[in-house]
T-cell receptor
Framework: DAGVIQSPRHEVTEMGQEVTLRCKPISGHNSLFWYRQTMMRGLELLIYFNNNVPIDDSGMPEDRFSAKMPNASFSTLKIQPSEPRDSAVYFC?????????????FGPGTRLTVL | GDSVTQMEGPVTLSEEAFLTINCTYTATGYPSLFWYVQYPGEGLQLLLKATKADDKGSNKGFEATYRKETTSFHLEKGSVQVSDSAVYFCALIIQGAQKLVFGQGTRLTINP
């Protein structure tokens, strides 16, 4: 079975550029989560969706960040404009919300470097 | 609020040593407990989980027992291998909720 798929795996961009990260959740899962991981702050939940609807975006750092889930098999996280402090590894995870417990399965991550 | 506290790392052991990584939690509701492992350059993988008090989760020789009386979920392995070198995260999720609460992670290095 395919796990959570993320692209690109690595992204290097310059400050001020737009960055789009992509995620394909596990087929049949109805919840999707975006996390950011840095050495200083550890793992942070940015936003999560249930049935393609954003439920909690309280972790989104500022208006430069936006996330969409146009259908059950695809989500994007966009940063516009990007800044050096956005450099981190961004993980997508998915789960089946009706399961008990609600176990999340993580993708391999996108390592973002903003110069 | 809900929180998870893990043993400070890094932890360095020799191959075949006994491993314990401590994890304690504070929860406002009734949590399920997890250990995730992150190998270098990879995403987090679920290692084991437990959903109720006295449950023991196990996988790949690792074990952890849900101890409600001590609010703990310590990770143990009897004989570690070099391939166990990774970062280990303890986490909880409150029943009925969806947000995972992670500990800060413990980096484990096993020397041959």
């Amino acid at each position: 079975d395919a796990g959570v798929i993320q692209s690109p795996r690595h992204e290097v961009t310059e400050m001020g550029q737009e960055v789009t990260l992509r995620c394909k959740p596990i087929s049949g899962h109805n919840s999707l989560f975006w996390y950011r991981q840095t050495m200083m702050r550890g793992l942070e939940l940015l936003i999560y969706f249930n049935n393609n609807v954003p439920i909690d975006d309280s972790g989104m750092p500022e208006d430069r960040f936006s996330a969409k889930m146009p259908n059950a098999s695809f989500s994007t996280l966009k940063i516009q404009p990007s800044e050096p402090r956005d450099s981190a590894v961004y993980f997508c995870a998915s789960s089946l919300a009706s399961a008990n417990p609600d176990t999340q399965y993580f993708g391999p991550g996108t390592r973002l470097t903003v110069l | 609020g809900d929180s998870v506290t893990q043993m400070e790392g890094p932890v360095t052991l020799s191959e075949e040593a006994f491993l314990t990584i401590n994890c304690t939690y504070t929860a406002t509701g009734y949590p399920s407990l997890f250990w995730y492992v992150q190998y270098p350059g990879e995403g987090l993988q679920l290692l084991l989980k437990a959903t109720k008090a006295d449950d023991k989760g196990s996988n790949k020789g690792f074990e952890a027992t849900y101890r409600k009386e001590t609010t703990s979920f310590h990770l143990e392995k009897g004989s570690v291998q070099v391939s166990d070198s990774a970062v280990y995260f303890c986490a909880l999720i409150i029943q009925g909720a969806q947000k995972l609460v992670f500990g800060q992670g413990t980096r484990l290095t096993i020397n041959p």
